[in-house]
């Protein structure tokens, strides 16, 4: 090996390559520092960034089921909100009814607690109609297709779905929790009569209708409490995947750059080492 050349300085050569080495990982202390992020594209760590992206395809997917349960839960508790003013109005014509169906009542009386009835009966309708979010209504048994079950997406495969029943509270359509149709009345005493057995059923139905509803805006509200427990984790996986640590890269950035300033210092004395042979010719 030539230790004395001015065409071959080796010492320039090596102090060169640590330099370079040092300006290397420099670069990569510096992009993790601006990015926040160990492992900011494929080329940092190609495996790493896959499981990655993965994640974030899954955490990204929950943002819709989130939604879905959102979505459904509103319209649930919608469907609970017109339900609860249907039994309070049957509350209020059974006790109309009970009081048309004294034999003592005046035809007067009768007439008006008849009036009263009917326009409770209507406002169950009106009710029933009314409970709708998003154009979604559970309780109309009356409208095209009948009343909607909710089907709310449970994961981000959208295979499983969580289930919430409709509840048809129409009056006079087949199968309704109300038993009373669009056209009763207390206009007699026995009709009056009749009427409080048919709202006693009517009421009991109503409120098995409202329990299954209640567990149902129930089951979508604890699952959505899983889906952001389960996001958050989820985020906070990737992020212990490709966040650096700030703390230890400052630490490591300050060391690179003292190294730096070395190497240069180290390649200054390098170059000059050749000038040192000239020495040799003077006389």
């Given amino acids: ?3 004395n050349s001015v065409n071959t300085n080796v010492g320039a ?22 990015t926040g992020k160990k492992v900011a594209n494929a080329k940092d760590n ?10 974030r395809a899954a955490s990204g997917s929950l943002n819709a089921v989130r939604d879905s349960l959102q ?25 109309k009814a009970l009081a048309a169906s004294d034999t003592s009542l005046d035809t007067a009386s009768r007439t008006a607690l008849n009036e009263d009835f ?14 709708s979010f998003n154009g979604v209504n559970m309780l109309d048994g009356s409208q095209v297709g009948g009343p909607v079950t909710i089907a709310a997406l449970a994961d981000e495969s959208g295979q499983s779905k969580l289930t919430v029943m409709a509840q048809d509270m129409s009056l006079g359509t087949p199968g309704s929790a109300v038993t009373i149709l669009a ?49 958050d984790s989820i985020d906070a996986g990737v992020g212990n995947l490709v966040d650096a640590d700030l703390a230890k890269e400052s630490a490591r950035l300050t060391s690179l750059q003292t190294k730096q300033q070395l190497g ?11 000038q040192s042979i000239m020495s040799l010719f003077r006389s």
């Fill in 71 to 95: 979505r459904s839960q509103s319209t649930v508790d919608v469907a609970i909100a017109g339900g609860e003013t249907v039994s309070d109005l049957l509350l209020q014509m059974k006790e």
């Fill in 118 to 131: 009917m326009a409770l009966r209507d406002q169950v309708s009106k009710a029933v109609s009314n409970a």
């Fill in 183 to 231: 056209t009763d009345s207390i206009g007699t005493q026995t009709a009056a009569a009749a009427m409080i057995t048919t709202i006693g059923t009517s009421i009991a139905n109503v409120s098995t209708a409202l329990s299954k509803l209640g567990t149902g805006s129930k089951s979508l509200g604890n699952h959505l409490t899983f889906i952001n427990k389960l996001q």
């Fill in 13 to 34: 050569m090596v102090a060169l390559q640590n330099l370079n080495a040092t300006n290397s990982d420099l670069a990569m202390v510096q992009n993790r520092i601006n």
């Fill in 1 to 3: 090996m030539p230790y």
């Fill in 264 to 274: 240069v210092q180290a390649l200054s004395i390098a170059n000059q080492m050749p």
């Fill in 46 to 55: 190609g495996a790493v960034w896959a499981i990655a992206q993965n994640q």
